[in-house]
C-alpha cells in the first residue's frame, strides 16, 4: 500500500495500492484491442457530445475538485479553484479543435507523371497513448494529457504523479459518467519500474512526460521504434529588467511569477537580472512584497503560498539557499524553514553564479537578483545554462524588448510580464534539455494525431 498525504501537516488522506506489471499488462491489452478494431473508435461526433457533458460535469463540482487539488498538492485554495476552471476551459479548446483535425488537397497534374490524379490527406488518430504526469498541476495536467488524447480519437492509459493521483481519478470517475466507452481512459497507479515497462512497449505510439528531465530522458531512449514523444522538463527562468522598467506592473508580476505554488512550476522566476542602477531597489522592494506573503494551509483562502510537495525538498531548498549565502549571496528575506513542510519566500541579492541557486532549478520560493552593466552579457549568462524553457523582458523601450526576444533561448519570451505566464491554447514547452515537442491543447491534439494520403486515379480527371 501507498501512502497519500497532504503536504502541508502531513496527515493521511488515504492508501492505495500500487499496481505491477501484470495490472499494465491489462491496460496495454484493452487500449491496444480497442485501436485495432476500428469499429469501435469513438466517431467525432461522439466525442464532441462526451467532452461537453464532461465539461458541464466539470462545472457543476468547481469546489470538489478545488478542495482535491489543493490538498493532495498543496496549492493554495484560491490558485487552485483556478486551475480547476483553467482545465474545464481546457476541455472546451479540445472539443472546439475536433473539427480541426483535418488534412487538405495535394495538387496533382503538376508534371505528366502526375496527371489524372486527386490528391488529399486526413489525420487519424495516432495510436495507444501513454502519458505520466507530474504533481505541481495535478488535474489540469491530466486534461492536457487524457483529453487531449480522448479529442484526438487515442485510447489513453495515464499514471498520475504518486503524491497527487486523486484529481486524475476523479476526471476518470467523470469521464466515464459523461459516456466514455469502458478502455478509452485507464488510469494507472503504478511505481516508476512498472511505468518504464508500459511506456516503453511497442503498442505504445505516443508518450506524453511531464516530470524530471533524468526520468524524461532516459525514458524516451528506452522507447519502441516508432514511439512518438513529447517531454515537458524544468527550467530556470530568466528575466532581463531595464532601468526604464515600470516598478509598479513589474514587482506584482514578479512577486507572482517567482512563489506561484511555492516556486513549484517549471517557468518560475528564478533568476532576474536587473540593470545595476536600479538592481538594489527591485531586490529590496521584491524582498518587502515576499516578506509580507501568508504561508500556510492551502485549504485556507487567505494563504497565498503553500507547503513544498515533500519535506525532502524544504531539506534540499534549505541547503541551497545556505550554500548560496555562505559564498556570497546577500539574503534580504526569508532563508528559513517554517516547519517541514514549509520554507519562507526568499529573495537572494548577486549569488555566486556558480552555486546551485544559479545553476539549478530552484523549485522552491526562492527568487535570486543579479545586477548587470551589460545587458548582452546578462543574455549570455541567462542563456548559459542547459534548460530553457520561458523568459522574460521588462522596458518600455521597443527596440530593447525585440533585442532581448531574439537574443534569448526560450522557446516563449514574455515581455513586460512574468516567466510563468500561460494559457492553455497557446504553444507551451521546453528546448534543448528542457524538453522535447510541444504542448498547449490544440498541439497536443495535433501531434496525437497522423497524417494519411490517398491518391485517386481516375480517366474522368
Same mark, same amino acid.
Given at each position: 500500500?501507498?501512502?497519500?498525504?497532504?503536504?502541508?501537516?502531513?496527515?493521511?488522506?488515504?492508501?492505495?495500492?500500487?499496481?505491477?506489471?501484470?495490472?499494465?499488462?491489462?491496460?496495454?491489452?484493452?487500449?491496444?484491442?480497442?485501436?485495432?478494431?476500428?469499429?469501435?473508435?469513438?466517431?467525432?461526433?461522439?466525442?464532441?457530445?462526451?467532452?461537453?457533458?464532461?465539461?458541464?460535469?466539470?462545472?457543476?463540482?468547481?469546489?470538489?475538485?478545488?478542495?482535491?487539488?489543493?490538498?493532495?498538492?498543496?496549492?493554495?485554495?484560491?490558485?487552485?479553484?483556478?486551475?480547476?476552471?483553467?482545465?474545464?476551459?481546457?476541455?472546451?479548446?479540445?472539443?472546439?479543435?475536433?473539427?480541426?483535425?483535418?488534412?487538405?488537397?495535394?495538387?496533382?497534374?503538376?508534371?505528366?507523371?502526375?496527371?489524372?490524379?486527386?490528391?488529399?490527406?486526413?489525420?487519424?488518430?495516432?495510436?495507444?497513448?501513454?502519458?505520466?504526469?507530474?504533481?505541481?498541476?495535478?488535474?489540469?495536467?491530466?486534461?492536457?494529457?487524457?483529453?487531449?488524447?480522448?479529442?484526438?480519437?487515442?485510447?489513453?492509459?495515464?499514471?498520475?504523479?504518486?503524491?497527487?493521483?486523486?484529481?486524475?481519478?476523479?476526471?476518470?470517475?467523470?469521464?466515464?459518467?459523461?459516456?466514455?466507452?469502458?478502455?478509452?481512459?485507464?488510469?494507472?497507479?503504478?511505481?516508476?519500474?512498472?511505468?518504464?515497462?508500459?511506456?516503453?512497449?511497442?503498442?505504445?505510439?505516443?508518450?506524453?512526460?511531464?516530470?524530471?528531465?533524468?526520468?524524461?530522458?532516459?525514458?524516451?531512449?528506452?522507447?519502441?521504434?516508432?514511439?512518438?514523444?513529447?517531454?515537458?522538463?524544468?527550467?530556470?527562468?530568466?528575466?532581463?529588467?531595464?532601468?526604464?522598467?515600470?516598478?509598479?506592473?513589474?514587482?506584482? &508580476? !514578479?512577486?507572482?511569477?517567482?512563489?506561484?505554488? @511555492?516556486?513549484? =512550476?517549471? $517557468?518560475?522566476?528564478?533568476?532576474? *537580472?536587473?540593470?545595476?542602477?536600479?538592481?538594489?531597489?527591485?531586490?529590496?522592494?521584491?524582498?518587502?512584497?515576499?516578506?509580507?506573503?501568508?504561508?500556510?494551509?492551502?485549504?485556507?483562502?487567505?494563504?497565498?503560498?503553500?507547503?513544498?510537495?515533500?519535506?525532502?525538498?524544504?531539506?534540499?531548498?534549505?541547503?541551497?539557499?545556505?550554500?548560496?549565502?555562505?559564498?556570497?549571496?546577500?539574503?534580504?528575506?526569508?532563508?528559513?524553514?517554517?516547519?517541514?513542510?514549509?520554507?519562507?519566500?526568499?529573495?537572494?541579492?548577486?549569488?555566486?553564479?556558480?552555486?546551485?541557486?544559479?545553476?539549478?532549478?530552484?523549485?522552491?520560493?526562492?527568487?535570486?537578483?543579479?545586477?548587470?552593466?551589460?545587458?548582452?552579457?546578462?543574455?549570455?549568462?541567462?542563456?548559459?545554462?542547459?534548460?530553457?524553457?520561458?523568459?522574460?523582458?521588462?522596458?518600455?523601450?521597443?527596440?530593447? &524588448? !525585440?533585442?532581448?526576444?531574439?537574443?534569448?533561448? @526560450?522557446?516563449? =519570451?514574455? $515581455?513586460?510580464?512574468?516567466?510563468? *505566464?500561460?494559457?492553455?491554447?497557446?504553444?507551451?514547452?521546453?528546448?534543448?534539455?528542457?524538453?522535447?515537442?510541444?504542448?498547449?491543447?490544440?498541439?497536443?491534439?495535433?501531434?496525437?494525431?497522423?497524417?494519411?494520403?490517398?491518391?485517386?486515379?481516375?480517366?474522368?480527371?
Amino acid at each position: 500500500m501507498h501512502k497519500i498525504v497532504s503536504p502541508f501537516d502531513l496527515t493521511l488522506i488515504k492508501e492505495i495500492t500500487l499496481v505491477g506489471k501484470t495490472e499494465a499488462e491489462k491496460a496495454l491489452t484493452t487500449a491496444y484491442s480497442l485501436f485495432q478494431d476500428q469499429s469501435k473508435w469513438i466517431p467525432a461526433y461522439e466525442r464532441i457530445a462526451i467532452l461537453e457533458r464532461t465539461a458541464e460535469i466539470m462545472k457543476s463540482r468547481i469546489d470538489e475538485l478545488t478542495k482535491t487539488a489543493a490538498q493532495e498538492g498543496g496549492k493554495p485554495y484560491t490558485d487552485s479553484k483556478v486551475e480547476v476552471l483553467r482545465a474545464i476551459n481546457g476541455v472546451k479548446i479540445a472539443t472546439e479543435h475536433i473539427g480541426q483535425l483535418k488534412g487538405g488537397q495535394v495538387p496533382m497534374g503538376l508534371t505528366k507523371a502526375s496527371e489524372g490524379r486527386l490528391a488529399f490527406t486526413t489525420r487519424e488518430p495516432i495510436g495507444v497513448v501513454a502519458s505520466v504526469s507530474a504533481f505541481n498541476h495535478p488535474l489540469n495536467l491530466i486534461v492536457h494529457q487524457v483529453i487531449t488524447a480522448i479529442a484526438a480519437g487515442c485510447p489513453v492509459i495515464i499514471k498520475p504523479a504518486t503524491t497527487t493521483p486523486f484529481s486524475c481519478f476523479a476526471l476518470f470517475e467523470i469521464l466515464k459518467e459523461a459516456g466514455l466507452p469502458d478502455g478509452w481512459c485507464q488510469p494507472i497507479f503504478c511505481d516508476r519500474e512498472t511505468a518504464e515497462f508500459l511506456v516503453t512497449d511497442k503498442r505504445i505510439n505516443y508518450f506524453s512526460f511531464i516530470g524530471s528531465a533524468n526520468v524524461g530522458w532516459y525514458l524516451r531512449s528506452k522507447l519502441a521504434p516508432g514511439t512518438r514523444c513529447a517531454l515537458e522538463h524544468g527550467g530556470a527562468a530568466p528575466v532581463i529588467v531595464e532601468k526604464d522598467a515600470d516598478f509598479d506592473s513589474m514587482l506584482p &508580476a !514578479l512577486l507572482k511569477g517567482g512563489y506561484y505554488h @511555492a516556486g513549484q =512550476v517549471c $517557468v518560475s522566476v528564478q533568476r532576474v *537580472f536587473a540593470y545595476k542602477s536600479i538592481c538594489e531597489s527591485l531586490a529590496n522592494q521584491l524582498a518587502e512584497m515576499a516578506s509580507n506573503l501568508v504561508v500556510g494551509d492551502p485549504l485556507d483562502e487567505k494563504t497565498e503560498v503553500g507547503p513544498l510537495i515533500l519535506p525532502k525538498e524544504v531539506d534540499r531548498v534549505e541547503e541551497w539557499v545556505n550554500e548560496a549565502v555562505k559564498l556570497g549571496a546577500k539574503l534580504l528575506c526569508g532563508g528559513k524553514r517554517i516547519s517541514e513542510t514549509c520554507y519562507e519566500p526568499t529573495v537572494l541579492l548577486n549569488p555566486p553564479l556558480d552555486v546551485k541557486v544559479s545553476t539549478a532549478e530552484i523549485f522552491g520560493p526562492v527568487v535570486c537578483v543579479y545586477a548587470y552593466s551589460d545587458r548582452d552579457k546578462a543574455i549570455e549568462i541567462a542563456n548559459s545554462l542547459d534548460v530553457h524553457f520561458q523568459a522574460s523582458v521588462f522596458t518600455k523601450d521597443l527596440d530593447i &524588448a !525585440l533585442d532581448c526576444v531574439k537574443k534569448l533561448n @526560450a522557446t516563449a =519570451v514574455m $515581455v513586460n510580464d512574468h516567466t510563468a *505566464f500561460r494559457v492553455d491554447w497557446m504553444p507551451f514547452g521546453g528546448r534543448d534539455s528542457s524538453g522535447i515537442g510541444m504542448g498547449g491543447i490544440q498541439y497536443s491534439m495535433h501531434e496525437m494525431t497522423r497524417e494519411k494520403l490517398m491518391v485517386i486515379k481516375s480517366n474522368l480527371l
